[in-house]
């Protein structure tokens, strides 16, 4: 199986905040957040807390909404020179192998730790920090469909 793909900017910026809210302890701290907030506002409004506590709540909520998601997937994406190239993934029986015109890398499945899938790509785990994304843009359904078949086959949770 085989596909040709370059990066569009505004999905792989969204693919990077998928990133980030799979992450658990990023969804901790987001939670723990919002119930601060949530807990200052009523408080604030039942008149038993001043309102700092509520302005930092909000405060804190709006710098961690803008971290994650505008400030951190900007960032990665204009750091990493690998999505402004074009590619050639070749899924194989023993490996998977991509290519540039720079040359080529490839992977032993079990080099994969996980995989999951957003809208525009699958993304394809190493470890919790490295992955590499495959855009779904330019495959057809049946596609899709087979590659599914073949990372849930060959990319075992471990």
């Known amino acids: 199986m085989q596909h040709s793909f370059s990066y569009e900017r505004k999905k792989v910026i969204q693919a990077l905040r998928y990133h980030f809210v799979q992450r658990n302890e ?3 701290l987001i939670i723990l957040v919002n119930v601060f907030a949530i807990v200052s506002a009523v408080l604030f409004y ?3 807390i001043r309102p700092e506590p ?4 909000s405060a804190i909520w709006i710098m961690l909404m803008t971290t994650f998601w505008y400030l951190l997937p900007t960032s ?3 750091k990493a020179a690998t999505f402004r190239d074009s590619f050639i993934i ?3 029986d023993d490996e998977v192998r991509l290519e540039n015109e720079r040359g080529y890398t490839h992977w032993q499945w079990r080099q994969f730790s996980r995989f999951f899938e957003s809208p525009h790509f699958f993304h394809l785990y190493f470890d919790a920090k490295s ?3 495959v855009p779904k843009e330019g495959m057809s359904e049946e596609f899709k469909h087979d590659l599914r078949g073949v990372l849930n086959k060959k990319i075992s949770v471990k």
Do not use: T
């Open 26 to 28: 990023i969804r901790v």
């Open 46 to 48: 039942m008149k038993k």
């Open 54 to 57: 509520f302005l930092l709540g």
């Open 76 to 78: 990665i994406y204009k």
């Open 90 to 92: 070749d899924f194989r």
């Open 131 to 133: 992955f590499f994304l």
